[in-house]
């Protein structure tokens, strides 16, 4: 009996252990569960192609399609393997990823529109602040804050107003998260790789409009527990 005992207790853990499996088109990472990511010790993450995914709800939804929530890279070597997937693919860039500007932290940056205040997210204090929740997101999996480090520019970077003769000026600004520099092929040590859209995408924008192309978006990063 005591032989049988330490036999059992000598087998391999893997016998008994689960193999991960990832569904079919998504790519499987181990993480470091922290409490910044849910205690995530294993996620998938796809790139999906649709049109017009710079629209959030599109994007949404398409990540719903297979069961998965809009994602985002956690560290430099998720952002790479996606990036060398991309370029396999062949699939155009950016790429939509989770992350938006806060409707309240929004308002704030029209108020300082219309007074032509500077909008400054890495000095202001409080929720705006980048470093605190000047972005909402909804994948709570993911731990977000290298991915805020790795902006290619200032927060925001698009903003702007129209007014018609004496009707309300009408206010926005770029606050939709998108990826890019995936297809870059030069030193990528370091490469800042998060940039913002329009959270419409290519919706309302007339094809003559110089901002159109910028809002093209036909592709969407989601990410998902295993099976």
């Known amino acids: 009996m ?7 207790l000598t087998l391999p853990v893997a016998v008994f252990t689960k193999d991960v499996k990832c569904p079919d088109g998504f790519l499987h990472f181990k993480r470091t569960p922290t409490a910044k990511n849910n205690h995530t010790k294993n996620w998938c993450m796809k790139v999906s192609v649709y049109e017009n995914v710079g629209n959030r709800d599109n994007a949404r939804s398409v990540c719903l399609d297979d069961n998965a929530t809009l994602t985002i890279p956690e560290n430099r070597e998720e952002y ?3 990036s060398a997937f991309i370029r396999k693919a062949n699939i155009s860039e950016p790429h939509a990823i989770d992350g938006q500007i806060s409707q309240r932290c929004k308002l704030k940056m029209f108020r300082h529109q219309r007074l032509r205040l500077e909008i400054n997210t890495t000095r ?8 605190k929740n000047l972005f909402t997101f909804d994948d709570v999996n993911t731990d977000t804050t290298f991915a805020l480090t ?3 520019w200032s927060i925001p970077n698009g903003q702007g107003a129209t007014q018609h003769d004496r ?3 009408l206010f926005w600004v770029d606050e939709c998260l998108k990826m890019s520099q995936t297809h870059y092929t030069g030193n990528r040590t370091g490469l800042p790789f998060v940039d913002l859209s329009w959270c419409m995408g290519v ?6 409009d110089w ?4 809002r093209i978006i036909n592709s969407v990063l989601c990410g998902r527990r295993p099976l």
């Open 2 to 8: 005591v032989a049988l005992l330490l036999l059992f």
């Open 80 to 82: 790479e393997a996606i």
């Open 124 to 131: 202001w204090t409080g929720d705006c602040n980048i470093k």
């Open 150 to 152: 790795q902006f290619e």
């Open 167 to 169: 009707d309300p000026k």
């Open 203 to 208: 919706d309302g924008t007339d094809k003559s």
């Open 211 to 214: 901002r159109f192309k910028y």
